[in-house]
């Protein structure tokens, strides 16, 4: 059994910069404190990328699609899936896609996080929740006179905090994007990256040919 949990300081994977220890990756066993409640195993479709079906996407209680095929990698950021999908998810949000970047945006200074929908993903049966504060990206713009958070590049930095006063205006990014990427039986494929990925810990066991997932301990984490 090959087991992965991933921790990186100042990363995507892992919020807590206050932290200590960085990256983990453990062969052969789990590290139950990483985790808490029950791990969901999932089988494999095809091994070679990892890949499992997913029961179905929802957000709150709008069923978006069932008998999903995906993937979990830590090479991808966001969580992609099949465009058509992707549009009906972003669209049970409030979202508007913007095609100057690929993704869709919200108006969070009018709908504020309490009042949007958690996606959930069954996997399994195994229930595996997105909050907003997880599905969205904060960026401010730097037109306006509040406080942004600049790097040394210039560039400007995303917050996924809670704390925001509806007078002033940012926009918020979905994190769920389009990506029509098909396996090898021509399959639509989901790609569940690193905003997933960073919420729920992941056990590759390559002995047994599945998937498992559980929540991390740094699922609250900001």
């Known amino acids: 059994m090959i087991i992965f ?12 910069t206050n932290a200590i220890t960085g990256s983990e990756l453990i062969f052969g066993g789990i590290d139950s404190s990483k985790f808490t ?16 079906q997913m029961t179905s996407v929802s957000v709150g209680s709008i069923l ?3 008998s ?3 993937i979990a990698d830590t090479g991808t950021t966001f969580i992609t899936g099949p465009a058509t999908q992707v549009e009906a998810l972003n669209s049970a949000l409030g979202g508007t896609y913007d095609s100057s ?10 709908n504020s996080f309490s009042s949007l929908p958690n996606v959930t993903f069954n996997i399994a049966g195994g229930i595996f929740t997105l909050t907003p504060s997880q599905y969205l990206v904060v960026y401010y713009d730097d037109s306006t006179d509040y406080n942004n958070s600049t790097n040394s590049d210039n560039s400007t930095s995303y917050d996924n905090s809670t704390n925001y006063d509806n007078s002033t205006s940012y926009i918020c990014y979905s994190v769920f994007t389009p990506c029509n990427t098909n396996d090898s039986y021509n399959n639509s494929i989901w790609i569940l990256g690193d905003y997933f990925l960073r919420r729920y810990y992941s056990i590759f066991d390559i002995v047994n040919n599945r998937i498992g997932f559980a929540q991390s301990i740094s699922y609250n984490s900001e």
């Open 101 to 110: 970047v690929k993704m869709y945006t919200l108006n969070c200074s009018i």
């Open 68 to 70: 999903l095929y995906a």
């Open 64 to 66: 978006i699609n069932s």
């Open 5 to 16: 949990y991933f921790e990186i300081i100042n990363g995507d994977l892992f919020r807590d």
């Open 37 to 52: 409640g029950d791990i969901t195993y999932v089988p494999l479709v095809l091994t070679g990328y990892w890949e499992f």
